[in-house]
């Protein structure tokens, strides 16, 4: 069975602490790996398409990074409004559903 | 604001009492996708249809739950005999062919 796993489940930076959230996936044949960003009370926020092992994308703060075994979200010199729960989620080849993590709850103090 | 509607924003029922949600996807996007979320979790996929045809459905989707796109438009969820379990985050996510899914901003169920 496909699954996720992120960790931490929570994290507290201060502003300008750059760290990594880590996606631990397993899937039977990767069609895509997925990080969205989810502030309470609404719905995900997309941010990157990962398809390959050895693939890198970058959104202003935030990098993502692929693995066979795992993803990688660098945040360098966060803000505050970086504060948000991030979403890892796999798509798996032949299905449609995405299957997600439990998330990573981040907190960026001033 | 991804342009998927979805509504009510929030609904609270008696437990017992059915309740049906509409989620109105961009135009374009032939993929609709339900999933639900409950508290401290990641959402969970309950069922997708491409176009009006219901491809994909999880286990989760008991036979109090349906969902339906009549002429692959906007899309109704529907939850029948509502159990305190039934509480949760219920997302809406619309995709066009082989890109990633858009949510919208979901309906909060809670069941008194």
């Known amino acids: 069975e496909d699954q996720v796993t992120q960790s931490p489940e929570a994290l507290r930076l201060q502003e300008g602490e750059s760290s990594s959230l880590n996606c631990s996936y397993t899937v039977s044949g990767l069609r895509g790996l997925f990080w969205y960003r989810q502030d309470p009370g609404k719905g995900p926020e997309f941010l990157f398409t990962?398809?390959?092992a050895g693939e890198e994308k970058e959104k202003e703060r935030l990098k993502a990074t692929l693995t066979k075994k795992e993803s990688f979200l660098h945040i360098t010199a966060p803000k505050p409004e970086d504060s948000a729960t991030y979403l890892c989620?796999?798509?798996?080849?032949?299905?449609?559903?995405?299957?997600f993590g439990t998330g990573t709850r981040l907190l960026v103090s001033p | 604001d991804t342009g998927v509607s979805q509504d009510p924003r929030h609904k609270i029922t008696k437990r017992g009492q059915n309740v049906t949600f509409r989620c109105d996807p961009i135009?374009?996007?032939?993929?609709l996708y339900w999933y639900r979320q409950t508290l401290g979790q990641g959402p969970e996929f309950l069922t997708y249809f491409q176009n009006e045809a219901q491809l994909e459905k999880s286990r989760l989707l008991s036979d109090r739950f349906s969902a339906e796109r009549p002429k692959g438009s906007f899309s109704t969820l529907e939850i029948q005999r509502t159990e305190q379990g039934d509480s949760a985050m219920y997302l809406c996510?619309?995709?066009?062919?082989?890109?990633?899914?858009?949510f919208g901003q979901g309906t909060r169920l809670t069941v008194v």
């Open positions: 135009s374009e996007h032939n993929r």
């Open positions: 989620a796999v798509q798996a080849t032949g299905f449609q559903k995405l299957v």
């Open positions: 990962l398809y390959s």
């Open positions: 996510a619309t995709r066009p062919l082989n890109t990633e899914a858009f």
